[in-house]
């Protein structure tokens, strides 16, 4: 059976960097012929062997025996197939028994930050910042369907007419999402937010030119001196990844207990209690809201709490343990700035108690918050926490705020990267003399610098 002829579709560069594109076709066919092989040799296998008692022997071992059995199927279908193409059939075949099917490939290279299936035939990745589209495809809804249920099965969750929406994750720890049918209408879609294989260290960021040295320094000081950090941005900016880093200056002595909707940090001390938000079960009931695990974190006896991300009533719960003495906590809120992210905190306190009046809700979140760190993508893939901004407190009846370091944009080189500067406003933050008492000093100079980037 030959292969179809195949071309790359325009939306990936036709340069060294698609050689990762290139490497899938030896994974990949269009050919509706081989999909029905492929899928036929699967069903039977299913039907034949017996994997439950299979699944008592070593990993390899049990791949072992399926590839075998694979291979006797190959043989028994009575296809003209080429050596390379018998290894690709067995390839797909095992990887839809073990993995992901069509996904595996993508799976392996690490250097796909995002995995966006729109249909069963359009498969797009991010790459260095950028989108492409993949030449891997599902055979049909249903395939793909299957492959969802795979995923979100692994973690106790489930998806389907009554519940077409989940979030789930990857063993990894790769974020999860998929909507399907009533609500997606070109039928199921899925998409995979990539961790890598481990997280960014905060002086990769600085090599990454995320951010300066001196704001290293700056934010190291913070989260040592027990400071409460709010990490702003949009969606991809790089939000959970600037978190995972700058936890890993909480000292190795300190308990920590995690709250996420679906767990993704990547902490590296001992002494953690991780816990994960629950959607409800076929009934409606039994659901778990990150509300109340905040909540219940503070019978835990945490020196630090951590939620993954504010975006509801636990806002107001989260500023109350700010409140009452668990200094240092840290947790990530989607805005398109500082101030917005001051705005949307005051509406999701405010969801939670409605008679609260908005200067109460002011007031609690001028004492609660003593940093925000917001973080930025730009046009070209490149991610820069674009302000370090004090919240200073009450003046009248507003929030007020300093910055203390920003990113300025200033233009864009001739090949599309963007061109700016970080900058040190001067301002010398009025916590400063918290970073003292932890032991931290600084000169003057470093409120006063600036770093060119192009």
């Known amino acids: 059976m030959g292969t179809s002829q195949i071309r790359v579709s325009p939306n990936v560069p036709a340069t060294r960097e698609a050689g990762w594109v290139m490497r899938l076709f030896s994974r990949q066919s269009f050919s509706a012929e081989y999909q029905e092989l492929k899928f ?22 049990m791949r072992n025996e399926i590839r075998q059995a694979v291979e006797r199927l190959v043989d028994e279908s009575n296809t003209p197939l080429s050596m390379a193409e018998r290894e690709r059939v067995c390839a797909e075949v095992l990887d839809e028994v073990f993995g992901l099917g069509p996904l595996e490939p993508l799976l392996e290279d690490h250097s796909i930050s995002d995995i966006l299936v729109s249909t069963p035939r359009l498969v797009y990745v991010e790459r260095a910042g950028k989108l492409y589209r993949t030449p891997v495809e599902f055979k049909d809804d249903a395939h793909l369907l299957r492959i969802i249920e795979k995923i979100v099965s692994r973690v106790g969750r489930r998806i389907d007419e009554s519940s077409p929406m989940v979030d789930a994750r990857l063993p990894d720890g790769s974020r999860v999402n998929a909507v399907i049918p009533p609500v997606a209408v070109d039928g ?12 960014l260290s905060a ?24 400071l409460n950090i709010i990490v702003s941005g949009g969606t991809g900016a790089g939000k959970t990844t600037l ?20 767990a993704e940090l990547q902490l590296q001390q001992t002494h953690i209690v991780r816990m994960e938000a629950r959607p409800p079960n076929i009934e409606g009931q039994g659901a778990i809201k990150i509300r109340q695990l905040v909540i219940n974190a503070l019978r835990m006896r945490p020196d630090r709490i951590i939620v993954g991300e504010v975006r509801s009533e636990e806002a107001l719960d989260m500023m109350q343990a ?48 003593d940093l925000f760190v917001h973080v930025s993508r730009f046009s070209d893939g490149t991610r820069h926490i674009t302000h370090i901004t004090e919240c ?38 009025k916590f400063y003399e918290k970073l003292r008492t932890a032991g931290f000093q600084f000169p003057p100079e470093l409120f006063q610098s600036v770093v060119e980037i192009s």
């Open 40 to 61: 036929a040799i699967h069903k039977q296998l299913i039907h034949r062997i017996n994997l439950e008692a299979l699944s008592i022997l070593p990993e390899q071992q």
């Open 188 to 199: 199921p879609c899925l998409s995979i937010r990539r961790f890598g294989r481990r997280p």
């Open 203 to 226: 002086n990769e960021l600085v090599d990454n030119l995320s951010m300066t040295d001196d704001m290293l320094k700056l934010l190291h000081a913070c989260v040592a001196a027990r």
């Open 243 to 262: 978190l995972n880093a700058l936890s890993t200056f909480i000292p190795e002595s300190e308990r920590i207990v995690t709250i996420e909707d679906a």
């Open 322 to 369: 700010m409140n009452t003495g668990h200094d240092g906590s840290l947790t990530t809120v989607h805005c398109n700035s500082p101030r917005d992210a001051i705005s949307r905190l005051e509406v999701m306190m405010g969801m939670a108690n409605s008679s609260m009046s908005i200067t109460s809700i002011r007031q609690q979140v001028s004492s609660a918050i």
């Open 392 to 429: 200073v407190g009450m003046e009248r009846d507003i929030v007020t705020t300093q910055d203390i370091f920003l990113f300025e944009r200033t233009g864009v080189s001739p090949d599309g990267r963007v061109i700016g500067r970080f900058r040190a406003t001067g301002i010398r933050p």
